[in-house]
């Protein structure tokens, strides 16, 4: 697609319930991440995908957080057990790691609400 | 990682040039400097990238001194639609993580 796409644009859910946000990178990027952020606050980093795989997971609040990607390409956040303060816009931005630099292309993210 | 300094919020007005300096004291060799900009309820947008000197695309310019531990945002003539966040980002690829700062909320009025 042209731009990266994440899906769905706005979820409500229960407290305790799973959630699944899915983030679809600009074709060819190999770089993914995934940002938490709250009403007024800025970007927390949560997880970094080269390819497929993930070098560093300590920016997953809690182990109820997981992320997958598939075929270098879509990635999924899985948000278990969700809590109230789960609440937040995430994120996802893919870059095409040329050269040295990084540039950052973001989605609109995922609104999330845990009632 | 480099950790990055800006200043929480600045006002401007409509026609003025605008300069926020954001401080990377601890940056990496191979670390660029890159500005995005972000609107309520979207995701940050990229406004331009650098190592060192300046650089100028369309809409901005981006003034990065010999030691590098800070760089200078200006934007040319604000207007309205120049109210948003901009975060200063420092990282390359090597990076494994792009840690943002707080981000600085620009307010231009009429």
């Known amino acids: 697609g042209a731009g990266v796409s994440q899906s769905p644009s706005n979820k409500v859910t229960e407290k305790g319930k799973d959630v699944e946000l899915r983030c679809d990178p600009i074709?060819?990027?190999?770089?993914l991440y995934w940002y938490r952020q709250s009403l007024g606050q800025g970007l927390e980093f949560l997880i970094y995908f080269q390819g497929n795989s993930a070098p560093d997971k300590s920016g997953l609040p809690s182990d109820r957080f997981s992320a997958e990607r598939t075929g270098g390409s879509v990635s999924t956040l899985t948000i278990q057990r969700t809590q109230q303060e789960d609440s937040a816009v995430y994120l996802c931005?893919?870059?095409?790691?040329?050269?040295?630099?990084?540039?950052?292309?973001f989605g609109s993210g995922t609104q999330l609400s845990v009632l | 990682l480099a950790k990055t300094t800006q200043p929480i919020s600045m006002d401007s007005y409509e026609g003025q040039e605008v300069n926020i300096t954001c401080s990377h004291n601890?940056?990496?060799?191979?670390?660029?400097i890159t500005w995005y900009q972000q609107f309520p309820s979207q995701g940050p947008r990229f406004i331009i990238q650098g190592y060192k000197t300046k650089v100028t695309n369309e809409v901005a310019s981006l003034f990065i001194p010999a030691d590098r531990k800070s760089s200078t945002l200006s934007l040319p003539r604000v207007s309205l639609s120049d109210t948003a966040v901009y975060y200063c980002l420092v990282g390359g690829w090597a990076t494994n993580k792009l840690i943002f700062g707080t981000g600085t909320l620009l307010a231009v009025q009429p």
């Open positions: 601890n940056i990496a060799t191979n670390d660029y």
């Open positions: 074709s060819g990027h190999t770089a």
């Open positions: 931005a893919s870059s095409p790691r040329t050269g040295d630099n990084e540039k950052l292309f």
